[in-house]
């Protein structure tokens, strides 16, 4: 993916909800709190990884060669699949980060954590939650070129 990709409205939005935790919470926060949220989060972001994947998978298996190389002739296959791949990335990413520190809340010994560590899961939760909705943009996109190539005649014999 291209630096323009990466830079997306999704990374800032992610970027403001980090800054926005980081500037409202205490320096400490509660490890009972914050195990609370990262629960949560473990919960959407399983539900939502899962989801995700399979809907990559229907999307690869559905797509004819004729498909493909008519999507190849502006790129928007290569760009979508791009697009799914570092999404699915990084929601797994910010699975493993929940989890981790879900883990780290339940085995450490104080009572408080840093906001940091807060701040840290609500970038990468929202970043990966809104990059899972430009990817579903993007697939949408997908089916309306997918009914410019039927409508185009391009298709040889479906």
């Known amino acids: 993916m291209s630096p323009k990709e ?3 409205w ?8 980090a800054l926005v935790v980081y500037f409202v919470l205490p ?3 509660s ?3 914050s ?3 990262y629960y949560a989060g473990i919960t959407v972001l399983a539900i939502v990884f899962a989801v995700f994947f399979a809907a990559l998978a229907i999307i690869m298996s559905a797509t004819d060669s004729e498909f493909v190389i008519f999507l190849e002739k502006t790129r928007d296959y290569t760009g979508l699949i791009s697009t799914f791949k570092y999404t699915l990335a990084l929601l797994f ?6 989890l981790g520190l879900f883990f780290l809340s339940d085995v450490t010994t104080s009572a408080q954590q840093s906001r940091w ?3 840290i899961f609500v970038f990468f939760f929202i970043y990966s939650l809104f990059a899972t909705v430009s990817a579903v943009i993007d697939s949408i996109k997908y089916t309306e070129r997918r009914v410019e190539f ?3 005649g391009d298709e040889h014999d479906d």
């Open 93 to 98: 990413i910010s699975l493993l980060i929940s």
């Open 35 to 37: 195990k609370e949220l």
């Open 150 to 152: 039927l409508s185009s």
């Open 117 to 119: 560590l807060v701040g």
């Open 27 to 29: 320096v400490t926060v």
């Open 31 to 33: 490890s009972a709190a």
């Open 6 to 8: 990466i830079l997306h």
């Open 10 to 17: 999704d990374l800032y939005a992610g970027v403001i909800a």
